[in-house]
């Protein structure tokens, strides 16, 4: 991972302005002004001048800040992800040329801090977990394991979906809203993170679009040693992925992701029932979720996003997981606060 993946996408730029306001307070105070005043030229500069004078701080302290508040940081910016609106002030603030310059002396340090080397590792498979959280309208994802069933049931109504879309005549403009992930959600598949050593699974917290959920369980799995999984290590494996396996959605996702992207035209996702007759699994990397979500990204005959697809989940396409022990408890009493160990679950 280097400064440039971090600065070329809205995920990984807001990772680096939650860093930032852990360095120096200011720039949280500075950041919000600027983001609140977008025609105010003399706050965005101040605002730049902050982030741009936070190095060189020691890279000790730098390092020790990103792995001192490496889980809070990251959820900052999953958390204020939006693929159905357009971007808040602040990721709007940080888009601008001149803060993405701002920005660069703090990525590179960053990207060398050795507590975010992890975040361009593949798919963990010897600590992988299934979260489920307390939501009683939720099926269990293990009692739902038919893959082939669940991919041909995703891909026809993903296909009734676009069928039942506002025509392309509707103006773009419109406040019409839709399907706007790019993943195989909704589905019954094993989802999958690793367990870090602090903070339990990593699908614990850092979560797109959650819903404040206080309780969770937490299922160990073992990993079939020939399961194939692909990497999506940045922009362009998931640009590979797409192109290898289009399936067009414009009409469902033209309105939303217009409105997250500013891009206009036909749009694609991966078609995850034919991937499945190749890949086992598809693995997001921490560092491939903050250079490649939200971007409209260029592919064949017109674009792409990938949406809702979280930091280091693998999303398993084929029957290569099973639970390998007891599930275990989480809690936290609200939302902002970290996930404890509850209790082992029968």
């Given at each position: 991972m280097d400064a440039q993946s971090l600065l070329a996408g809205p995920r990984g730029r807001?990772?680096?302005?939650?860093?930032?306001?852990?360095?120096?307070?200011?720039?949280?105070?500075?950041?919000?002004?600027?983001?609140?005043?977008?025609?105010?030229?003399?706050?965005?500069?101040?605002?730049?001048?902050?982030?741009?004078?936070?190095?060189?701080?020691?890279?000790?302290v730098i390092s020790n800040v990103v792995e001192r508040f490496e889980l809070a940081s990251l959820r900052e910016s999953v958390d204020r992800a939006m693929y159905w609106q357009a971007p808040d002030d602040e990721d709007a603030l940080l888009?601008?040329?001149?803060?993405?310059?701002?920005?660069?002396t703090?990525?590179?340090?960053?990207?060398?801090?050795?507590?975010?080397?992890?975040?361009?590792?593949?798919?963990?498979?010897e600590s992988q977990r299934i979260v489920a959280f307390d939501n009683p309208g939720r099926d269990k994802q293990e009692s739902r394991w038919d893959f082939s069933e669940r991919l041909a049931n995703w891909s026809i109504r993903t296909i009734d979906d676009e069928a039942s879309a506002p025509?392309?005549?509707?103006?773009?403009?419109?406040?019409?809203?839709?399907?706007?992930?790019?993943?195989?959600?909704?589905?019954?598949l094993a989802v999958t993170t690793r367990e870090l050593t602090r903070g339990g699974p990593i699908g614990l917290t850092l979560v797109e679009d959650g819903f404040g959920w206080t309780d969770a369980e937490a299922t160990p799995v073992s990993?079939?040693?020939?399961?194939?999984?692909?990497?999506?290590?940045?922009?362009?494996?998931?640009?590979?992925?797409?192109?290898?396996?289009?399936?067009?959605?414009?009409?469902?996702r033209r309105h939303n992701w217009?409105?997250?992207?500013?891009?206009?035209?036909?749009?694609?996702i991966p078609d995850w029932l034919a991937a499945s007759t190749v890949f086992d699994g598809v693995h997001l990397t921490v560092a491939g979720y903050l250079a490649t979500a939200g971007r409209?990204?260029?592919?064949?005959?017109g674009h792409t996003v990938l949406a809702n697809f979280n930091p280091d989940e693998t999303y398993w396409l084929a029957d290569m997981v099973r639970p390998n022990g007891s599930k275990e408890g989480w809690h936290r009493d609200r939302e902002e606060e970290p996930w404890e160990h509850a209790a082992n679950v029968p």
């Open positions: 807001r990772l680096l302005f939650a860093i930032g306001h852990r360095l120096d307070q200011q720039v949280w105070n500075l950041g919000l002004i600027a983001a609140w005043a977008p025609d105010d030229v003399a706050a965005r500069s101040a605002f730049c001048e902050a982030i741009a004078t936070l190095v060189p701080a020691p890279a000790r888009a601008r040329p001149e803060c993405i310059e701002a920005l660069r703090l990525a590179t340090a960053v990207s060398a801090a050795p507590g975010a080397q992890w975040w361009e590792s593949p798919c963990a498979a025509e392309l005549a509707v103006p773009v403009t419109e406040r019409i809203s839709g399907p706007w992930w790019s993943i195989p959600n909704f589905t019954g990993v079939a040693p020939s399961a194939r999984v692909l990497e999506i290590e940045g922009p362009e494996a998931w640009i590979g992925l797409v192109e290898r396996f289009p399936l067009e959605v414009t009409r469902s217009w409105r997250a992207t500013g891009v206009d035209g036909r749009w694609f409209a990204l260029p592919v064949a005959g």
